[in-house]
């Protein structure tokens, strides 16, 4: 399944409740978005593994945002949330790849910077 809005800030943050995966600092070259040049697509998994979130989870920010299992009904429909940021953020913006970025987009929306993550109950 998604997983939910909190769930997935929750990942990206740790219990410490870091702005960026990997940590407070600024990324420079610790996500597929380095925040000095455009990149013109996602990155291999696990390229950047100093952006690993306090669990370990790999490009939580910067390489795909990620829907969330949220919805949200407005005049236009209902929307679902987006997280992370992504590799298509334009260089300077390191705002839209903090662990707490994320906006809303109609259910159907299909970009290929949006990707997904999937999560599991633990029984």
Request: hydrophobic content about 35%; charged content about 20%; glycine content about 14%.
């Amino acid at each position: 399944r998604l997983p939910y809005a909190r769930e997935w800030q929750f990942a990206a943050q740790g219990p410490d409740g870091r702005t960026y995966p990997g940590g407070e600092a600024a990324p420079a070259n610790q996500l597929c978005w380095s925040g000095a040049e455009f990149r013109y697509g996602a990155c291999a998994v696990g390229s950047f593994p100093a952006g690993r979130s306090p669990f370990g989870l790999e490009d939580m920010s910067g390489n795909v945002a990620e829907w969330t299992f949220d919805t949200i009904d407005n005049l236009n429909g209902p929307r679902r949330g987006v997280h992370g940021g992504s590799w298509r953020v334009a260089a300077g913006f390191g705002f839209e790849v903090r662990t707490s970025s994320r906006f809303v987009g109609p259910i159907n929306m299909r970009e290929n910077w949006i990707g997904f993550r999937c999560a599991r109950d633990q029984w």
